[in-house]
């Protein structure tokens, strides 16, 4: 059920010290999770601060996630400063949004004004059950419940850890787990993190999400468990470099490779490297990643790939040893930018490239383009309805992106995907209104349009450009095969009181043609959800 007993000692070790110590204010120096709802506040914040040209509010590195939480009170403590001397005004429906920011990050504010903050002890606990109710489906109630606790020494070092007991999992056939009890554990997060100044090192198990997407993002996503990894970033005024090197679970063997091999399994690895920039007094951001995804059944460690400051590009290429099959690696390219204009308006766009074929000398040339695009907008106080927010975003990801000949190249970690959570083959708009109906209270109103083709990521990888001549040629229609179509109309009441507590009553209508690309088969529903967060910490 824990997949880390180590995980198991390092929080009695925590409670031990907690207990001996007394002392057990929120250290601070620890990562900020994904899924944590101040995100979604501090984007709101960012959007209607860069409407002010003129003010130097030292920015966050916002394609690059997570944040730590002295991160984002350093942030505040500048928004702070510019609000008190009058280069900031808000008008009241977005100032709340800065006082329960306030509410939440105001130890970590205070312990960043002391030379000295000590030795710090955090523990934690959150409750996020969820309730559904569908036509078609049993009333069901499942959630996510997790114990944390972090220890902070000085100011260079902290250390951290979190077990989820995630019962969404208990029915999921892809779960990669033990099921003991009726219950689906594992360790969410478990990393060290050294800190210096301008310079991270962080060694274990943690959230990476690079990109700007609302919906999701294309190179690595939070969508499934965090990856265990040794990685470091380091900072120069306007510009952050991130690395960090990945050991994936291991996959079966393909059934041709069995007979070849004494074992059943191949080892997996990812090296990937990230250059993140800001400019315009933080209204643009741009963000430059190449990664490689490589492994086999006698493939270890190689430092190439654990070097940050070469080209991954120019490894695979040059890499004449021809692993299994031509399983050199798998190599992506990504490119986000976001940029912030006055009058409360941003853009974002990532480009995702696996593989785009350039020459034309053999029948193998004529593999379809394998890329991802996502872009988007955002408006803040649309046409001066103050308090509201609209955002409009579109991918498209192509067949076979983030599949591969190989099993184990395949772009997916405990059986899912590492970037976006949809996969290969599928094209999907949505469009999202928000409203502060008061500074507790907040209406969301949504539309989602789905074309979703028969590839898969776990699909073997299919060839029938082999098939032709170069005279010939070879198209595919997108998405391909029967295309499943779905529409969907989401909508939701937020009441968040406090930092500690939400709870969100959501109603959603569904209706798919082509369900599961099977023709002619229709689906039609209505869902409804109670969701809540409660979390409790010392402090």
Avoid at 60 to 89: C, E, M
Avoid at 387 to 405: H, K, M, P
Avoid at 429 to 445: D, G, I, K, M, Q
Avoid at 481 to 490: C, D, R, S, T
């Amino acid at each position: 059920m824990i997949n880390n007993t180590w995980t198991k000692y390092f929080a009695l070790i925590f409670l031990g010290y907690a207990i001996l110590s007394g002392d057990s204010n929120a250290a601070g120096h620890e990562t900020l999770p994904t899924y944590h709802w101040a995100y979604q506040y501090i984007d709101q914040l960012y959007l209607r601060i860069n409407n002010h040209s003129t003010v130097k509010v030292p920015p966050l590195f916002i394609l690059n996630k997570p944040y730590t939480r002295d991160d984002v009170a350093r942030w505040l403590g500048h928004v702070r400063k510019a609000v008190i001397t009058g280069q900031i005004s808000f008008e009241p429906k977005s100032e709340f949004l800065l006082n329960r920011l306030y509410q939440e990050f105001g130890v970590e504010m205070a312990v960043l004004k002391t030379d000295d903050p000590g030795d710090k002890l955090g523990l934690s606990c959150s409750l996020s059950p969820q309730a559904e109710l569908a036509s078609d489906q049993p009333f069901d109630v499942n959630g996510q419940y997790r114990v944390s606790a972090s220890l902070a020494v000085g100011n260079w070092l902290t250390m951290a850890t979190t077990i989820n007991n995630n019962r969404s999992l208990r029915d999921d056939s892809l779960y990669w787990g033990k099921k003991k009890w009726g219950q689906t554990a594992y360790s969410e997060q478990g990393y060290a993190r050294l800190h210096w100044r301008q310079f991270e090192m962080r060694f274990g198990r943690d959230f990476i999400k690079w990109g700007p997407g609302e919906t999701g993002q294309l190179l690595l996503s939070d969508y499934g468990r965090p990856l265990d990894f040794f990685g470091f970033s380091a900072q120069l005024k306007k510009i952050k470099l991130t690395y960090f090197f990945a050991n994936l679970k291991h996959r079966p063997l393909d059934n041709f490779l069995k007979p070849q091999y004494d074992g059943l399994y191949a080892n997996r690895y990812i090296a990937a490297h990230r250059l993140d920039s800001h400019w315009l007094n933080g209204r643009l951001h741009i963000g430059l990643t190449e990664a490689v995804l490589f492994g086999g059944p006698a493939r270890n460690v190689e430092f190439a790939y654990a070097n940050p400051f070469i080209t991954y590009f120019g490894a695979v290429e040059n890499d004449q040893q021809s692993y299994i099959n031509g399983g050199n690696g798998n190599l992506f390219a990504d490119f986000d930018i976001k940029l912030y204009l006055c009058q409360n308006i941003a853009f974002w766009a990532e480009i995702l490239v696996d593989d785009l074929q350039v020459d034309r000398g053999n029948a193998g040339d004529l593999e379809p383009p394998e890329w991802g695009l996502l872009f988007g907008g955002q408006l803040a106080d649309l046409f001066g309805w103050l308090g509201s927010d609209f955002w409009l975003e579109y991918v498209r990801i192509t067949n076979r992106t983030y599949n591969a000949y190989v099993s184990w190249e395949r772009w997916v970690n405990c059986n899912q995907p590492i970037g976006h959570y949809l996969g290969n083959d599928f094209d999907r708009w949505e469009a999202r209104l928000s409203y502060w109906l008061n500074p507790c209270l907040r209406f969301h109103l949504g539309v989602v349009r789905l074309r979703r083709g028969e590839g898969r990521v776990e699909k073997p990888f299919d060839t029938p450009w082999m098939d032709r001549t170069l005279d010939e040629g070879y198209r595919e229609p997108f998405p391909t095969g029967i295309v499943e179509k779905n529409i969907e109309v989401p909508c939701s009441l937020v009441f968040q009181p406090n930092a500690q507590f939400w709870l969100s009553l959501g109603m959603k209508y569904i209706r798919i043609q082509n369900v599961e690309n099977k023709f002619g088969e229709r689906q039609q529903d209505w869902r409804f959800t109670i969701d809540a967060w409660f979390e409790w910490k010392t402090r």
